[in-house]
T-cell receptor, first 114, second 113 residues
Framework: GAGVSQSPRYKVAKRGQDVALRCDPI?????LFWYQQALGQGPEFLTY????????KSGLPSDRFFAERPEGSVSTLKIQRTQQEDSAVYLC????????????FGPGTRLTVL | ELKVEQNPLFLSMQEGKNYTIYCNYS?????LYWYRQDPGKSLESLFV???NGAVKQEGRLMASLDTKARLSTLHITAAVHDLSATYFC????WGGGADGLTFGKGTHLIIQP
């Protein structure tokens, strides 16, 4: 079956622009996660949804970052007034949310802010 | 603050050799995850370790978990070039259930012929 998909795969933005990154989780997966991965580093947690409820947004670096999952499936991560330090790969993951919390990752969106 | 530390961070080894990657963590979590990442690619789940003493093996890779020592190991047996990648360990940030994972910095593994 289909895995986690993300779009766009690459995004170049000028500083100050707003961007929206999309994630389609594996069908039937209740939990959805967003991570930020800087070059040469491990992923860092941003936020987490269970169905449409955003249960943890403690990792969002500033109020310029906003995520939503209005119908409990597709999620969008929005970054307002992008800064150069926002340049990273943004990874989305989903899990069944039962038992092991094994998370399955999408291919990521590489964001470059000029 | 939860810390997950891997060592070594870089490892260059020859084909046919054995080696171990270590993952220490600072929480009391009894679950640990290993992922593989190839350059420019996303993360692939390798192992899910759910209890103290858990051991899982897949091909030339074997992972184990000692929750009392807060230590997991990823052992590579008779390495082959195809295993070259970056390996990450991760733990549940808040200790269980469905929550975000805290990752180590990764071990960049190069296996040379």
């Amino acid at each position: 079956g289909a895995g986690v998909s993300q779009s766009p795969r690459y995004k170049v933005a000028k500083r100050g622009q707003d961007v929206a990154l999309r994630c389609d989780p594996i069908s039937g997966h209740v939990s959805l996660f967003w991570y930020q991965q800087a070059l040469g580093q491990g992923p860092e947690f941003l936020t987490y949804f269970q169905n449409e409820a955003q249960l943890d947004k403690s990792g969002l670096p500033s109020d310029r970052f906003f995520a939503e999952r209005p119908e409990g499936s597709v999620s969008t991560l929005k970054i307002q007034r992008t800064q150069q330090e926002d340049s990273a790969v943004y990874l989305c993951a989903s899990s069944l949310s039962t038992g092991s919390n094994e998370q399955f990752f999408g291919p990521g969106t590489r964001l470059t802010v000029l | 603050e939860l810390k997950v530390e891997q060592n070594p961070l870089f490892l260059s080894m020859q084909e046919g050799k054995n080696y171990t990657i270590y993952c220490n963590y600072s929480t009391t979590s009894d679950r640990l995850y290993w992922y593989r990442q190839d350059p420019g690619k996303s993360l692939e789940s390798l192992f899910v370790l759910l209890s103290n003493g858990a051991v899982k093996q897949e091909g030339r890779l074997m992972a184990s978990l000692d929750t009392k020592a807060r230590l997991s190991t990823l052992h590579i047996t008779a390495a082959v070039h195809d295993l070259s990648a970056t390996y990450f360990c991760a733990v549940d940030t808040w200790g269980g259930g469905a929550d975000g994972l805290t990752f180590g910095k990764g071990t960049h593994l190069i296996i040379q012929p």
